[in-house]
T-cell receptor, first 110, second 113 residues
Framework: AQRVTQPEKLLSVFKGAPVELKCNYS??????LFWYVQYSRQRLQLLLR??SRESIKGFTADLNKGETSFHLKKPFAQEEDSAMYYC????????????FGTGTLLAVQP | NAGVMQNPRHLVRRRGQEARLRCSPM?????VYWYRQLPEEGLKFMVY????????ESGMPKERFSAEFPKEGPSILRIQQVVRGDSAAYFC???????????FGPGTRLTVT
């Protein structure tokens, strides 16, 4: 079954501390993995995707096929990073429907 | 480009009434996706449409729910005879042809009393 698991509902860190938001997936083929972010009172927006291998707003995520993980990391958290983060996968093909995890609320304390 | 538009933003319906949720995709986008988010859960795929065609409706409940994306006008998600369990946030996303990045609307929060 296709599934995305985000084990933490809430992650609270202090400003300047490293951040790691966990994401594990199960998928029988070769999925595309994404991180979406929703800031307060804003719409859901794409943060990054594994195929682009970019660093966006200081965040990176590496796809580990052996561990079926796609954890989101940032070395030094900022207060403006506080938001809801969703990991998602797409199987591609004829439909690009996204399968989302339940989300992790990141709270960066001053 | 105003982005994906959804209306209404909030909708209250009594049990048994019909709910119509509208989604206007971004200019140039011919693909529309609908997702539902129940309380304390992630977004769940419902249906994927292209202009005048339903491509994948594997996430749609078998009864009471329907979706369309006509040649002209917004995409409509229709829920007939709503029940309390339909209370959720409904999100629409759009993408251009051959591009898999989805752009999300602000969502419609449906409350069934």
């Amino acid at each position: 079954a296709q599934r995305v698991t985000q084990p933490e509902k809430l992650l609270s860190v202090f400003k300047g501390a490293p951040v790691e938001l966990k994401c594990n997936y199960s998928y029988s083929g070769s999925p595309e993995l994404f991180w979406y972010v929703q800031y307060s009172r804003q719409r859901l927006q794409l943060l990054l995707r594994h195929i682009s291998r970019e660093s966006i707003k200081g965040f990176t995520a590496d796809l580990n096929k052996g561990e079926t993980s796609f954890h989101l990391k940032k070395p030094f958290a900022q207060e403006e990073d506080s938001a809801m983060y969703y990991c998602a996968l797409s199987g591609g093909g004829a439909t690009n429907k996204l399968i989302f995890g339940t989300g992790t609320l990141l709270a960066v304390q001053p | 480009n105003a982005g994906v538009m959804q209306n209404p933003r909030h909708l209250v319906r009594r049990r048994g009434q019909e709910a119509r949720l509208r989604c206007s995709p971004m200019k140039g986008h011919s693909h529309v996706y609908w997702y539902r988010q129940l309380p304390e859960e992630g977004l769940k795929f419902m249906v994927y449409l292209q202009k005048e065609n339903i491509i994948d409706e594997s996430g749609m409940p078998k009864e009471r729910f329907s979706a369309e994306f006509p040649k002209e006008g917004p995409s409509i998600l229709r829920i007939q005879q709503v029940v309390r369990g339909d209370s959720a946030a409904y999100f629409c996303a759009s993408s251009p042809p051959s591009i898999d990045e989805q752009y999300f609307g602000p969502g419609t929060r449906l409350t069934v009393t």
